[in-house]
């Protein structure tokens, strides 16, 4: 057995020896958007540091827990915080998990970030479903050995978001009367935000928003065969506003008063994933 297959099984069998449940979905929740926790029943919450082989998250707004439970019904295992590359961590670091969560059972996995608008026509507070993506990251999660036991060497990528979860997402948002867009995803690498230029130059090579995290847990995931949907909450808006200055704290607060809406989509879809 691989180091890699090895470490999986040791962090499995730690969070196994915590809890029966057995979860079903798979949530990673981004900058901000940890208000979908107090939710959860029956719930058990393991700090990463207690986890075999998982970094702990070092990223203010993010709460560095892993939570198993039930939500709206559904079994759910919760990340409560995200790893990012920026941290000083490999590829194979920020996106093991993933890896554990495949190992526990799930078959689908729901994202959310924190991101900023690259599309003129959104504003800060604006939910957008992300429908595909361009990986700006100078480092891919799955070079080196593929592991078989873990997926195909050269996983296709032509659907890593499912259109299924995005039309009933849609649906969701239209009975529930939020507005929401659809559009393609920058994943770069940071922690710097993006200066004008590069907000202007995503734009004209087909982005609507760009982030710090999401697209290597997504490839992760569509290499292990998991369903995946992903929604952003547009916490800043650096193509228009030539004066504005970002802050970590201004992306915190917009993804805060986002929440509610995007914590109202993620619920409907878990009761119809039961």
């Known amino acids: 057995m691989s180091d890699l297959l090895q470490q999986i099984a040791m962090a499995k069998g ?21 208000g ?12 990463y540091g207690d986890i075999p082989h998982f970094p702990p998250s070092t990223v203010e707004g993010h ?30 670091q920020v996106t093991f998990p ?7 059972g799930i078959h689908t996995l729901l994202i959310s970030n924190a991101a900023g608008g690259l599309n003129p ?14 990986n700006l990251q100078p480092e891919h999660p799955l070079r080196g050995r593929n592991e078989d036991a873990l997926g195909t060497r050269f996983p296709d990528m032509s659907e890593p978001y499912a259109k299924a979860l995005i039309a009933r997402a ?9 507005p ?22 995503m734009y004209i090579i087909g982005g609507d928003a760009v982030g710090m995290s999401t697209v290597p847990e997504v490839i992760v995931a569509v290499h292990a065969g998991l369903q995946v949907f ?30 509610p809406k995007l914590t109202h989509i993620f619920k409907e879809l878990l009761a119809a994933s039961r």
């Not at 730690?14 to 940890?34: E, H, K, M, N, R």
């Not at 993933?98 to 526990?104: H, I």
């Not at 849609?170 to 939020?178: D, P, R, S, T």
């Not at 201004?250 to 805060?256: C, D």
């Open 63 to 92: 709460q560095g827990r892993l939570v198993l439970g039930r939500l709206q019904g559904c079994p759910v295992v919760v990340m409560a915080g995200r790893f990012h590359y920026y941290e000083g961590l490999s590829m194979q």
């Open 36 to 47: 979908l926790v107090p939710d959860i029943t029956d719930r058990t919450e393991i700090p």
């Open 14 to 34: 730690y969070i196994t020896s915590q809890t029966a449940l057995q979860p079903a979905v798979g949530i990673i929740l981004g900058s901000g958007l940890g």
């Open 170 to 178: 849609q649906e969701i948002a239209a009975a529930g009367n939020i």
């Open 230 to 259: 992903a929604m952003s909450v547009i916490t800043d808006i650096g193509i228009r506003e030539e004066e504005n200055v970002i802050t970590h704290a201004e992306v915190l607060e917009a993804a805060a008063a986002a929440a």
């Open 121 to 134: 026509a959104f504003r800060v507070g604006d939910l957008m479903i992300i429908r595909d993506h361009i």
């Open 180 to 201: 929401v867009h659809t559009g393609v995803y920058v994943g770069v690498q940071g922690p710097t935000f993006e200066t004008r230029a590069e907000y202007r130059y």
């Open 98 to 104: 993933v890896r554990v969560m495949k190992a526990l």
